[in-house]
């Protein structure tokens, strides 16, 4: 009877132990809990997608956080395009150059590359004719080897060729049929002042608006349809 009777005591101080552990294990994971809601609270959501945060710039003259670039082109940019691999930032420079830039696929971060002008930019790569005064809209074929600009004083679509290196070799250009003649292969009556220049995502067709409420439609290589 005893042995029996201690052996029932000994189990009853065991399973109240038990329950004591349990209990307090409870309220511990309940703290935990709360704790890991207060710090989800507090830290900082991250960032969405899309959102604007300022890295970095470049400019014609040295202008803090702005590094320069040399030459003193970009006196006013007024269309910017990115490569479709990502490498390169081009610019439609206000006065009469495209201005190049290496992009790096670390951070975004670009490094002058080169010029491509028709006037007077020094150190550009010089055309022989002035068919690109005033560049006004650039765009990037889908695959990326070709680059189009329009030049709204010379009233032109000019097309590039973009190198391995991003720089830019001049293949041809349209322009409009008045005064003065640039020698472009492709004229037309309806290219006065372009504005806008986008190609199609098969890469088959360029399309520019221009005054006269006109949108022009010509093929890659700066052919006329319709």
């Given at each position: 009877?005893?042995s029996r009777t201690t052996l029932g005591v000994v189990g009853?101080?065991?399973?109240?132990?038990?329950?004591?552990?349990?209990?307090?294990?409870?309220?511990?994971?309940?703290?935990?809990?709360?704790?890991?809601?207060?710090?989800?609270?507090?830290?900082?959501?991250?960032?969405?997608?899309?959102?604007?945060?300022?890295?970095?710039?470049?400019?014609?003259?040295?202008?803090?956080?702005?590094?320069?670039?040399?030459?003193?082109?970009?006196?006013?940019?007024?269309?910017?395009?990115?490569?479709?691999?990502?490498?390169?930032?081009?610019?439609?420079?206000?006065?009469?150059?495209?201005?190049?830039?290496?992009?790096?696929?670390?951070?975004?971060?670009?490094?002058?590359l080169g010029c491509v002008d028709s006037v007077d930019d020094?150190?550009?790569?010089?055309?022989?004719k002035n068919i690109l005064q005033a560049p006004r809209s650039?765009?990037?074929?889908?695959?990326?080897?070709?680059?189009?600009?329009?030049?709204?004083?010379?009233?032109?679509?000019?097309?590039?060729?973009?190198?391995?290196?991003?720089?830019?070799?001049?293949?041809?250009?349209?322009?409009?049929?008045?005064?003065?003649?640039?020698?472009?292969?492709?004229?037309?009556?309806?290219?006065?002042?372009?504005?806008?220049?986008?190609?199609?995502?098969?890469?088959?067709?360029?399309?520019?608006?221009?005054?006269?409420?006109?949108?022009?439609?010509?093929?890659?290589?700066?052919?006329?349809?319709?």
């Open positions: 009877m005893t009853s101080l065991r399973g109240g132990r038990s329950a004591t552990t349990i209990a307090r294990m409870r309220r511990l994971g309940q703290t935990l809990v709360l704790l890991a809601g207060m710090l989800a609270l507090a830290a900082p959501a991250p960032a969405a997608t899309g959102d604007l945060t300022f890295k970095d710039c470049v400019a014609k003259s040295v202008a803090a956080p702005c590094s320069v670039v040399p030459n003193a082109v970009l006196e006013g940019g007024r269309d910017v395009a990115v490569s479709p691999n990502g490498q390169f930032v081009y610019v439609a420079d206000s006065d009469d150059s495209l201005v190049g830039f290496k992009r790096s696929a670390v951070d975004g971060a670009v490094s002058y020094v150190g550009c790569t010089r055309l022989a650039i765009a990037f074929s889908p695959d990326g080897s070709s680059l189009y600009a329009v030049a709204e004083t010379s009233d032109t679509v000019v097309r590039f060729t973009v190198g391995a290196d991003g720089t830019l070799a001049l293949v041809g250009c349209a322009e409009d049929d008045d005064l003065p003649d640039w020698g472009c292969a492709t004229e037309v009556a309806s290219l006065d002042l372009p504005k806008r220049v986008v190609v199609s995502p098969d890469g088959n067709a360029v399309y520019v608006t221009s005054d006269g409420a006109t949108l022009n439609h010509f093929t890659s290589g700066l052919v006329p349809v319709g």
